[in-house]
């Protein structure tokens, strides 16, 4: 995983003039849901949004947001 990309955006999002507080709970979201990911057994589908977003709804046990999905994009991208 690039955590350092989520970091950014997390970042970005929290240094906005305007913040978003329903992306910085979906970063956080996000970044719980990669907690419990063991990255060491599981092959983690980092260039794949559809096979990640599948991953973290899997883990998270329900549907991902319209704003995680995003996150989910961004960091794919």
């Avoid at 910085?24 to 849901?33: G, P």
């Avoid at 794949?48 to 961004?74: C, D, M, Q, R």
Wanted: glycine share 2%; no cysteine; net charge neutral.
């Amino acid at each position: 995983m690039n955590k350092y990309k989520l970091i950014m955006i997390e970042q970005g999002t929290i240094n906005n003039p305007v913040k978003d507080p329903l992306k910085l709970k979906a970063i956080q979201e996000i970044k719980r849901l990669f907690t419990k990911i063991d990255f060491n057994a599981e092959v983690v589908p980092m260039d794949n949004s559809i096979k990640l977003k599948e991953l973290l709804i899997s883990i998270k046990g329900s549907p991902l947001t319209k704003e995680e999905s995003e996150i989910v994009e961004e960091l794919v991208q």
